[in-house]
């Protein structure tokens, strides 16, 4: 048997996300979402959240480019350098990943920090009632021993019971031709660690997938790279990443590099996913509150 989660990251970010995700879910081409908990339109998410009980919908914890719940003096070393130097400046995390990740090997970045904000993060979206199903990154922060024990830790303390797993398999990275050299080794390196996160997993009896889809392909999730993913799915529990939006002015002043990605990545799910359904009698979509950690897969796939 074949399950899918089709997750949309970045909920709340604009408008015209929020509607392409709200679209898609009604059109069975969308089964779960993740949410961000301080974004320019969250309040509209949370509550378009509320109103459709059947899609999954998770909290999509930003560590990385954007503002924090908690104040500068309860997480300091999750806080940019020249916000901390300059207090007329607002609060903002570091500007980039390479930052973030080279500060976190280095030590600078306390684990108590990101359970903290990880914790606020996941409160403010039960807070505002949405029925909360799983937890991700922005980015893919918690791919880091270092972001993954504490995440994992305020995702158990708020009785979160799944997280995703964003390692893709090796027949996902073949299946997407238009990726980079640089990004293609990236992704393949990073694979590494997957083994870790699954003892973690296994150890915080937190549910997960056999694995993530589309990580390779952001920037470049097409029509042709989709459907190419999609026949190439083998049985067991998976989850595609997509980004999914409406490309407008909202979208242009948002910190985000996926622009008119979103408008291809939205069509694309449109005429695919449910074209798939349809041929597929063994694919099925689900989202993460119907994954249990008895289901676990720690027994890996082939293809990993």
């Not at 961000?36 to 969250?42: E, L, P, R, V």
């Not at 999750?78 to 609060?91: E, G």
């Not at 990880?118 to 949405?130: C, E, F, K, N, P």
């Amino acid at each position: 048997m074949k399950r899918l989660i089709v997750n949309a990251d970045d909920f709340g970010l604009t408008a015209g996300v929020n509607q392409a995700i709200s679209e898609l879910h009604a059109a069975g081409a969308l089964s779960s979402t993740t949410l961000m908990a301080n974004a320019q339109q969250t309040a509209q998410a949370a509550h378009a959240a509320a109103a459709l009980p059947h899609l999954g919908t998770g909290c999509h914890i930003v560590l990385v480019d954007g503002e924090p719940i908690l104040p500068t003096s309860q997480i300091p070393t999750l806080i940019d350098s020249k916000c901390r130097s300059d207090s007329s400046v607002p609060a903002r995390f570091r500007p980039s990943l390479a930052v973030f990740v080279s500060d976190l090997v280095r030590g600078r970045i306390r684990e108590a920090d990101i359970e903290a904000e990880a914790t606020a993060q996941i409160r403010s979206l039960l807070d505002a009632g949405v029925p909360l199903t799983h937890v991700d990154t922005h980015k893919h922060t918690h791919m880091f021993p270092g972001v993954l024990r504490p995440v994992m830790r305020a995702a158990v303390r708020c009785n979160l019971r799944a997280i995703r797993n964003p390692f893709e398999p090796d027949w996902s990275r073949a299946a997407t031709p238009r990726a980079g050299a640089l990004r293609r080794f990236q992704v393949r390196l990073l694979g590494s660690r997957q083994r870790y996160f699954l003892e973690q997993a296994r150890l915080m009896n937190l549910a997960t997938t056999h694995g993530a889809l589309g990580v390779l392909a952001t920037g470049t999730l097409d029509i042709v790279t989709l459907r190419r993913l999609l026949r190439a799915i083998p049985n067991g529990d998976w989850e595609l990443v997509c980004h999914p939006g409406y490309h407008d002015g909202a979208l242009d002043a948002a910190r985000t590099r996926l622009r008119q990605s979103r408008e291809v990545e939205r069509g694309a799910l449109l005429q695919a996913i449910p074209e798939a359904v349809a041929v597929d009698p063994q694919l099925s979509l689900i989202h993460f509150g119907q994954l249990t950690a008895a289901r676990f897969p720690f027994d890996l796939h082939p293809g990993f």
